[in-house]
């Protein structure tokens, strides 16, 4: 195992190659998860949080399903619609996309 020189915890805005990164806290797959998104070129990198048509597992160790939808749900409200999803799983979407088709966001307007 490694130790993390740094630790990211949501808010933060990195420069890395020219980009600006906004580090967003986004929990519920597990307890620190984070999403990096990149405003200027409206892309998301969400990780394990939402996939194309699913959304991340929370039956693991430190997963919570409320923690999760929230994450979600901040995502879908603070993002634009055309911005670029690319998951850690499946293929690439965007949140338009998904907020038409995912079963899972359904819950978010339930």
């Not at 409206?42 to 430190?62: E, H, I, M, N």
């Not at 979600?72 to 619609?81: A, F, H, N, Q, T």
């Not at 799983?89 to 088709?101: D, K």
């Amino acid at each position: 195992s490694y130790d993390a020189e740094h630790t990211l915890h949501g808010g933060e805005r990195l420069e890395l190659a020219g980009f600006e990164i906004d580090v967003l806290f986004t929990p519920g797959h597990s307890p620190g998860h984070v999403t990096f998104s990149i405003p200027e070129e409206r892309a998301a990198f969400s990780g394990d949080v939402l996939f194309q048509g699913s959304v991340g597992r929370t039956d693991l160790p430190g997963g919570d399903w409320p923690t999760l939808l929230e994450s979600i749900r901040m995502l879908v409200d603070s993002l634009p619609e055309d911005t670029v999803v690319y998951p850690g799983h499946m293929g690439i979407t965007s949140l338009g996309a998904e907020r038409a088709s995912n079963p899972f966001l359904a819950e978010l307007t339930a």
